[in-house]
């Protein structure tokens, strides 16, 4: 994933209302950017760092910049676009780093399944292996050097669960991806301390042949891409 041109970038002041967030370029100027992110963003903003952003001309846009990355104080850069995670793991597939999920010749994404109307993030089919169905979740939280997902009760996330796990008892594979966009984090674990009901269903669905996997994404301001695995610990 390249960003042509590369992202510009500012200092953040704050982020409000969920969707915006003030920044000052360096030559002082302030602007508002479009925050793309609906979660608790906890752990993954320092007003006073830097930020990068990218730009759009759609004129039927409020505001042109979208917010990107995010620096920390301790150097690492965080994912803030929540809307590039499947992007990202769909590339990571066609491009063969996603080893696990090779050998199949249909990519779709967005497909309807399951009994409680869902969407699977992607879907692939036509493998030597039996229909796989894949939920990405975009990984951001790191606490006390370990990263966590959710970053808040996630009663959606809980239903993903539910669904994989009955793509696996319907005899097909439910695959889970933890898309890391935190440079600083190296382990991933169930967020129990946040969400006990979505850890003990995990913990279930990978008892019910649920796999887990969890990525590492290398983030610049040149381009995205899904790195390597990284360990979940259960």
Same mark, same amino acid.
């Given at each position: 994933?390249?960003?042509?041109?590369?992202?510009?970038?500012?200092?953040?002041?704050?982020?409000?209302?969920?969707?915006?967030?003030?920044?000052?370029?360096?030559?002082?100027?302030?602007?508002?950017?479009?925050?793309?992110?609906?979660?608790?963003?906890?752990?993954?903003?320092?007003?006073?760092?830097?930020?990068?952003?990218?730009?759009?001309?759609?004129?039927?846009?409020?505001?042109?910049?979208?917010?990107?990355?995010?620096?920390?104080?301790?150097?690492?850069?965080? +994912?803030?676009?929540?809307? #590039?995670?499947?992007?990202? $793991?769909?590339?990571?597939? &066609?491009? %063969? @780093?996603?080893?696990? =999920?090779?050998?199949?010749?249909?990519?779709?994404?967005?497909?309807?399944?399951?009994?409680?109307?869902?969407?699977?993030?992607?879907?692939?089919?036509?493998?030597?292996?039996?229909?796989?169905?894949?939920?990405?979740?975009?990984?951001?939280?790191?606490?006390?050097?370990?990263?966590?997902?959710?970053?808040?009760?996630?009663?959606? +996330?809980?239903?993903?669960? #539910?669904?994989?796990?009955? $793509?696996?008892?319907?005899? &097909?594979? %439910? @695959?889970?991806?933890? =898309?890391?966009?935190?440079?600083?984090?190296?382990?991933?674990?169930?967020?129990?301390?946040?969400?006990?009901?979505?850890?003990?269903?995990?913990?279930?669905?990978?008892?019910?042949?649920?796999?887990?996997?969890?990525?590492?994404?290398?983030?610049?301001?040149?381009?995205?891409?899904?790195?390597?695995?990284?360990?979940?610990?259960?």
């Amino acid at each position: 994933m390249e960003f042509i041109p590369p992202l510009q970038s500012g200092i953040l002041i704050q982020r409000y209302k969920r969707f915006l967030a003030d920044v000052r370029l360096d030559d002082g100027t302030e602007i508002t950017l479009h925050c793309p992110n609906t979660g608790s963003m906890k752990n993954c903003q320092f007003p006073g760092e830097r930020v990068w952003f990218s730009f759009s001309d759609n004129p039927k846009r409020k505001y042109a910049h979208t917010w990107e990355l995010m620096q920390t104080p301790d150097g690492d850069l965080i +994912g803030i676009n929540t809307g #590039r995670a499947n992007a990202l $793991v769909e590339e990571g597939i &066609q491009t %063969g @780093v996603i080893k696990e =999920l090779q050998g199949y010749k249909g990519l779709k994404r967005e497909v309807k399944y399951g009994d409680e109307n869902s969407r699977i993030d992607i879907f692939l089919s036509e493998g030597a292996e039996a229909d796989c169905y894949i939920e990405v979740k975009n990984t951001t939280l790191l606490e006390e050097g370990h990263g966590y997902f959710p970053d808040a009760v996630t009663s959606r +996330g809980q239903k993903h669960l #539910r669904e994989l796990m009955s $793509v696996v008892k319907s005899g &097909q594979r %439910g @695959v889970l991806v933890f =898309l890391v966009q935190h440079t600083g984090i190296k382990t991933v674990s169930a967020a129990r301390h946040i969400d006990s009901k979505y850890a003990e269903l995990l913990n279930e669905a990978i008892d019910t042949g649920v796999e887990v996997l969890a990525y590492a994404t290398s983030l610049a301001p040149e381009g995205f891409r899904v790195e390597s695995r990284l360990e979940f610990i259960r």
